[in-house]
């Protein structure tokens, strides 16, 4: 039996090669692969108890080989994977990347599906990828025409991305992922389609009805326990059915001149009513006025003929001589006045009033 001096002496472990016996010195001849065997079985035996004993290499053998087993169950998740345990086929829990352990197989294995990759379903049309065509895109209408809230119909195609949130319930909750995944997306798409008007899904109610719709998808799929997650929900397309688009785009035109007749009379009127709005109110603040003024005028006249009338009562005879030059002065304020005095025995009866304010003419000149 070796007493393992080779391996301290640094030399190798299937002992000293002789040279060739012809002393040719073509180099040391290959070794004997039965006495390397044996070798090696020796050098197990020696650190095994029991000596020679045949059954040693058996139990090392089993030994070794329920190690290998028991690591078989180590298995790594990468950064864009989940970890699925399977107990005899069952789904028994999911583990999160890193290095993770399950039971050596048959008793357990791991699925180790990817759940970071988007996907994408698309309804209503087909890539030219998806439908074996060179180019363009094919239309499928069994799944684009949809009926709005309005009783119109609208030709819309929309693609779903989803990825995967829990890869056990994705993995055996749902038979067929993408089909649950479509069918929901139509189902969810037609139902807001029909709470909807045209008008709207055509011009600004698209982003709504991608909300709404992601919505109404991921309940569906929460109630199945899928395991999927909806990350957006992408319209391509919303027009009229193609039979009746350019009678739409007509009705689109007069809707659009509509507007604008509207937009330049709510202009107009903007302008007209403000101004005569701004005369109406100058109207009545001079009513107003007019009015206080007549008022406090009266109020007056009534004050004076109230004054005047207690000062007659007191003085009747002055009074009214006073009253009578009063009148007789804004009278005869504006008209010629020539006093003639029948008593007077002058040279000149009368005298010309008039004549008297007036300048001579060379005071004019000066």
């Known amino acids: 039996m070796a007493n393992g001096d080779d391996f301290k002496t640094g030399g190798s472990p299937w002992g000293s090669a002789p040279r060739g016996g012809n002393g040719s010195g073509r180099g040391p001849t290959p070794p004997n692969i039965d006495e390397v065997i044996k070798k090696i079985q020796d050098l197990i035996n020696k650190f095994l108890p029991g000596g020679k004993s045949g059954r040693k290499p058996m139990i090392l053998g089993l030994i070794i080989l329920i190690a290998l087993w028991t690591f ?30 399950h039971l050596p197989y048959p008793v357990e294995r791991a699925l180790t599906p990817k759940v ?60 067929s992922p993408v089909e649950t995944v479509k069918a929901a997306a139509e189902t969810a798409m037609r139902e807001v389609i029909a709470k909807s008007r045209i008008q709207s899904i055509l011009t600004e109610g698209r982003s709504k009805i991608e909300m709404e719709t992601q919505e109404i998808i991921q309940s569906i799929l929460d109630e199945y326990e899928s395991g999927i997650q909806i990350t957006q929900v992408q319209t391509q397309k919303a027009d009229p059915p193609d039979q009746v688009i350019d009678a739409f785009r007509d009705v689109q035109a007069a809707r659009a001149d509509m507007e604008r007749s509207k937009n330049e009379a709510e202009a107009y009127a903007n302008d007209v009513i403000p101004r005569a709005r701004g005369d109406a109110a100058k109207i009545l603040q001079q009513a107003e006025a007019y009015k206080k003024q007549v008022v406090a005028a009266a109020e007056g006249e009534a004050s004076r003929f109230t004054a005047i009338y207690n000062e007659y009562k007191n003085a009747k005879q002055v009074t009214q001589e006073r009253m009578y ?16 005095d029948k008593k007077a025995g002058g040279v000149v009866p009368y005298l010309p009033l008039p004549e008297l304010t007036k300048k001579p003419k060379g005071s004019e000149t000066q």
């Open 72 to 101: 078989s169950g180590l298995y790594r998740v990468l950064p864009d994977e989940q970890g699925v345990v399977l107990r005899f086929g069952k789904f028994v829990s999911t583990t999160q990347p890193g290095l993770n352990y």
């Open 116 to 175: 970071t990759k988007v996907n994408r379903i698309d309804v209503g049309f087909r890539s030219a990828s998806d439908s074996g065509r060179t180019s363009g895109v094919g239309d499928v209408p069994e799944e684009s025409l949809m009926l709005t809230g309005d009783e119109n119909i609208v030709n819309i195609d929309f693609s779903v991305f989803w990825v995967i949130k829990d890869a056990g319930k994705f993995l055996f909750k749902i038979q």
């Open 325 to 340: 030059l009063e009148t007789m002065e804004k009278v005869l304020a504006d008209i010629d006045k020539v006093i003639i």
